[in-house]
């Protein structure tokens, strides 16, 4: 087990690698980079302060550095702006710097906000942990135990009404059932029960130590049931049919044989070989939902987290965050398909990766 752990170690270096690479490629070669909305921002007061005076300022024909904002400006300017975003150097050279600073996980500052990415992402990560972790908890709790209960009662009433429902909360989107949650029960139209925004209420610092912990589970309460909703049907599913493949082979007919209840095959054979197809998806969705799926709910109820902060950084082109929180992610990512890896052998000691070549 340790030869696999080391090589699993070994491979997340080429892989980070391969995808900070090719991120990077498809990132320089979108256009409106920041050194452009900079030298849009000057041009666009070049041209209003002209404008005012009742002049036009001479726009030269050709760009200066190739960037078409460049028109009219100094060149020097443009220079320095391009050595203040780092552009001043080639595109390889760029990425090999960046690679060496974030080996010792320096990632720089944000262009547009004063503060380094690692503060951001400090500072934004209790919101996207609150939501990611009481999503991941709520959803597990809910859809083991049914999935479990429709796989021993398949096809009956109980069953096709469960996956009706399950059916209908997957095709409504998580962001739509936000707003339903909103219009009936934050003072939309009808109910007034819970608040709008926020992870915490203004006055969150004085309260008591009681007092601050319903507050904050008072706020989580819509964002979370909107995240849940959408959330648990496939894990229901996939528990249900990994427990109707298991229930029918050979071991659990001869366990039944044997006389033992139906709850002691059921958790004592069945629940550990059906919960391996269920564990090797938990890192993809903890990466989901901790990274990804929180995006529109943090803009609806007003979240600043790290989905909202990725999609902003993006948009801005605020390259230092795009990149600092790629590498963060998907290392964390890589990292937690090695620990779901290492949990296989806890639910089944069977299973030998030591087995496995390269």
């Given at each position: 087990m340790l030869a696999y752990i080391i090589r699993r170690l070994l491979l997340i270096i080429p892989t980070l690698f391969g995808i900070m690479l090719i991120n990077f490629v498809i990132i320089q070669a979108a256009p409106g980079g920041p050194v452009e909305q900079m030298l849009a921002k000057l041009q666009g007061m070049e041209t209003g302060i002209a404008t005012r005076m009742g002049g036009g300022s001479e726009v030269s024909s050709s760009s200066e550095g190739g960037y078409r904002g460049a028109q009219g400006l100094d060149p020097q300017l443009v220079e320095d702006i391009k050595k203040l975003y780092g552009f001043d150097k080639p595109a390889h050279e760029r990425f090999w710097l960046m690679l060496k600073s974030y080996l010792v996980f320096?990632?720089?500052?944000?262009?547009?906000?004063?503060?380094?990415?690692?503060?951001?992402?400090?500072?934004?990560?209790?919101?996207?942990?609150?939501l990611g972790l009481w999503t991941t908890l709520l959803v597990y709790?809910?859809?083991?135990?049914?999935g479990?209960?429709?796989?021993?009662?398949?096809?009956t009433p109980f069953d096709v009404a469960t996956s009706t429902l399950?059916?209908?909360?997957?095709?409504?989107p998580g962001f739509l059932f936000a707003i339903l949650l909103i219009v009936y029960f934050a003072g939309g139209s009808y109910l007034d029960w819970f608040p709008l925004r926020g992870l915490t209420s203004p006055?969150?610092?004085?309260?008591?130590?009681?007092?601050?912990?319903?507050?904050?589970?008072?706020?989580?309460?819509?964002?979370?049931?909107?995240?849940?909703?959408?959330?648990?049907?496939?894990?229901t599913m996939l528990t249900k049919n990994s427990f109707l493949d298991e229930i029918h082979k050979q071991y659990v007919l001869t366990a039944r044989a044997k006389g033992l209840a139906e709850r002691q095959v059921l958790y004592g054979h069945v629940f550990r070989n059906a919960m391996l197809l269920i564990i090797a998806g938990l890192p993809a969705a903890l990466v989901g939902i901790f990274f990804t799926s929180s995006l529109l709910i943090e803009v609806i109820f007003s979240l600043d987290g790290l989905g909202l902060l990725g999609f902003e950084s993006?948009?801005?082109?605020?390259?230092?965050?795009?990149?600092?929180?790629?590498?963060?992610?998907?290392?964390?990512?890589?990292?937690?398909?090695?620990?779901?890896?290492?949990?296989y052998t806890l639910v089944d000691p069977r299973i030998d990766f030591d087995s496995r070549e390269g």
């Open positions: 320096d990632f720089g500052d944000s262009f547009y906000r004063d503060e380094s990415v690692i503060g951001l992402i400090v500072e934004k990560l209790p919101v996207s942990i609150s709790l809910i859809s083991i135990p049914l479990i209960k429709k796989a021993v009662r398949h096809g399950i059916i209908i909360g997957y095709a409504i006055d969150f610092d004085q309260m008591g130590t009681l007092e601050k912990l319903l507050d904050y589970l008072w706020h989580m309460v819509l964002p979370v049931t909107a995240m849940v909703i959408g959330g648990f049907a496939t894990l993006a948009l801005n082109r605020d390259y230092p965050v795009v990149f600092g929180t790629l590498f963060i992610f998907t290392l964390i990512g890589l990292l937690l398909k090695l620990v779901g890896d290492i949990t």
